[in-house]
């Protein structure tokens, strides 16, 4: 009572004396004004801006929100933090001290922390403190909506596994595991009802025991009135929807209708369904015995330390299939990708004849690598996109457009008019249609709309002028060639056998139904992948040995991503040619029928996070299989024992 009276005659000023042994001490004052009745200065009303390091009225101005030193970044590339990241080391920023707002915002506190302090705790730790928070009636009054919103979004992702989790973390850092978790939990972590939730895909970068858990959230959000639609590969996915609908018979041109529906058990006992056919496993997989690891050559890692992992030895059977397992976060990607991948490429870039060991200015997170010098190259097949204009298509970024037209440039009728090779390409004057410049599309400027793109009014999209599409080469113009579909020129080109080969390679890992010359933009990452295995298998020669010579590390993050169960036995059968050649094919997969085709399996955990990043098991599926209660030999003796059409290490199911 009295303090407001002070306040009220103070006009929201008061100064609190310290007073000893009847002497005058320290005076403090106060204000209730946001302005230092001091210096005088003031400050503007708090926003729930200022507590947000992705707004300029929140994050630190040293370093913009990222809370890492970026010399030469400004608040124009907010948004463009990854690409900074990986130029090289970076540091925390010494302003904020990492925490990425302004001192303003770290000033204010509630129960004793700072929000930068609350966000740096982990899920769990999150949930707990939420859980013992003593609100008065008037915080209980503002939070009320606002805690129930919180934990169950904390809840949701606790339930999928991420409560190792810190609230903090940077997203280029997570796993593609992690990733997909929080995008889930950030649509599904409610308690909406009468809600239809479409998702595509929902299981990319999850381990089968995650799976599982993201089925059950699933089937807890369907029993509280929402409709959950699901667009999916994933056998278990499958198997647990009430309905399927069956899209087909093939891809591309070949799909477009339903060709079966109803529950797991009416596709399997549809002949017309391929997913029903490999849903009863009415199929045998190839007797391929397989390659025994012991006495094959190791590359050998040691000390290696990179976020999760701690001093982590790797020793990796070279000339083999090795699948890399763990649940996701427990470092696979960091491991093979961060670790191995780079210190290799370093080691075997170096400039001089091959050293007998390796420089330690080559190595990237370890303490040395051994057994790399069979190796000649190493080799990153990923997801990322082959081309980013329409000039890029199958044809050419495999290699074989070159060749047919060269078949163009040979046909009688280009002879005679003296015309080379050259006229045959679409990225040069001369043959190509100079109204979409070889294109096959025009853009429309739809003033205050996005621009439309549409098929060349003067070539009809076949990329060619008149006069080019003239010369044929069986009945067909290089245009129509172009829009042919990989099954269709397969026949066509049988007589010549660069471009018979890479073809062929196209129809064995699925993509029979692309078009030569679909832009490259359009296809999706599994296609894009798939090309660059095709493009890797065309250089492959072998001799009579079955070995190049040039033994390659082929490394993949994840390559049956997006591929029905039909395809990623195709992919099998591709990986397989790679090793058959002499190479070596390292990938990180969470998929089964991969792990158990695999010669080798090396297993990561035993969980995410700072609780992995250690290899729990390594040996063959079987081996791996026995390893007791790990997630991945649960997995993984589950689907051994339900699919007994996988091959052993002596070649009997």
Not at 85 to 106: H, I, N, S
Request: aromatic residues 4%; negative net charge; contains cysteine.
């Amino acid at each position: 009572m009295l303090l407001d009276q002070t306040l009220d005659l103070g006009k929201g000023l008061v100064r609190l004396v310290e007073v000893r042994d009847r002497s005058w001490g320290a005076e403090t004052p106060y204000s209730t004004q946001r302005a230092c009745p001091g210096c005088g200065r003031a400050f503007e009303e708090p926003d729930p801006r200022l507590f947000s390091y992705n707004s300029k009225h929140g994050w630190c101005p040293a370093c913009f929100g990222t809370g890492t030193r970026l010399p030469g970044f400004d608040a124009e590339q907010s948004g463009e933090e990854a690409q900074w990241m990986e130029t090289g080391e970076t540091e925390p920023c010494q302003t904020c001290q990492g925490a990425r707002l302004r001192r303003e915002a770290l000033a204010v506190r509630y129960h004793d922390r700072t929000i930068a302090e609350v966000s740096a705790l982990t899920v769990t730790d999150a949930k707990a403190l939420l859980a013992t928070l003593d609100l008065d009636a008037r915080e209980t009054a503002i939070a009320q909506d606002l805690l129930a919103e919180i934990r169950a979004r904390l809840d949701f992702l606790a339930r999928v596994g991420l409560g190792y989790l810190s609230l903090d973390r940077g997203a280029p850092t997570l796993s593609g595991g992690e990733a997909q978790r929080i995008r889930l939990a950030a649509q599904l972590g409610s308690n909406l009802q009468g809600v239809c939730y479409i998702l595509d895909e929902p299981t990319i970068g999850l381990h089968p025991r995650d799976n599982l858990m993201l089925l059950d959230m699933l089937s807890a959000l369907e029993s509280r009135g929402n409709t959950i639609v699901v667009v999916e590969h994933d056998e278990e996915t499958i198997r647990r929807a009430e309905h399927i609908l069956d899209l087909g018979p093939g891809a591309g041109v070949q799909g477009g209708r339903i060709v079966a529906q109803g529950t797991a058990a009416e596709l399997a006992a549809n002949p017309d369904s391929i997913t029903g056919r490999y849903l009863a496993r009415a199929r045998q997989a190839p007797a391929r015995p397989r390659r025994p690891t012991p006495g094959a050559e190791r590359l050998v890692l040691r000390g290696a330390r990179l976020h999760n992992l701690d001093n982590l030895d790797l020793s990796l059977p070279l000339g083999r299939l090795v699948c890399i397992t763990g649940v996701s976060g427990s470092g696979k990607s960091t491991l093979i990708r961060d670790v191995l991948g780079p210190s290799l490429r370093n080691i075997l870039a170096a400039e001089g004849p091959r050293q007998a060991r390796a420089r330690r200015a080559d190595l990237v997170a370890c303490v040395s690598i051994d057994g790399w010098q069979s190796l000649t190259r190493v080799l990153e097949v990923d997801q990322t996109p082959i081309g980013k204009t329409p000039r890029s298509c199958p044809a050419t970024y495999v290699g074989f457009w070159d060749q047919i037209r060269r078949l163009f440039a040979a046909v009688p009728e280009a002879r005679m008019l003296g015309w080379g090779a050259r006229r045959f390409s679409f990225n040069t004057p001369g043959g190509r249609c100079e109204a979409c410049e070889g294109q096959g599309l025009q853009r429309l400027e739809m003033s205050f709309l996005p621009d439309v793109k549409v098929p060349c009014e003067v070539c009809g999209g076949t990329r060619f002028n008149r006069e080019t599409r003239e010369v044929r080469y069986k009945g067909l113009d290089i245009g129509q060639v172009l829009q042919l579909s990989v099954d269709e020129a397969t026949p066509l080109f049988s007589a010549h056998p660069t471009i018979h080969q890479a073809l062929t390679l196209l129809q064995a890992v699925g993509l029979g139904y692309l078009s030569l010359g679909q832009q490259s933009p359009t296809l999706s990452g599994g296609e894009a992948q798939r090309l660059k295995l095709v493009t890797e298998l065309a250089k492959t020669r072998t001799g009579a040995d079955g070995v190049t010579g040039r033994q390659a590390l082929y490394i993949l993050d994840e390559p049956t991503v997006g591929l029905h169960m039909a395809d990623v036995e195709r992919l099998l059968q591709a990986l397989h040619r790679l090793v058959d050649a002499g190479h070596s094919v390292v990938v990180i997969e969470h998929n089964l029928d991969l792990m158990a085709a695999a010669d080798w399996i090396i297993d990561l955990g035993p969980e995410g996070g700072a609780a992995g990043g250690h290899i729990v098991a390594e040996g063959t599926p079987g081996e791996i299989a026995a390893a007791g209660d790990l997630a991945t030999a649960a997995a993984l003796r589950r689907h051994l024992a339900e699919h007994p059409y996988v091959v052993s290490q002596n070649g009997a199911p």
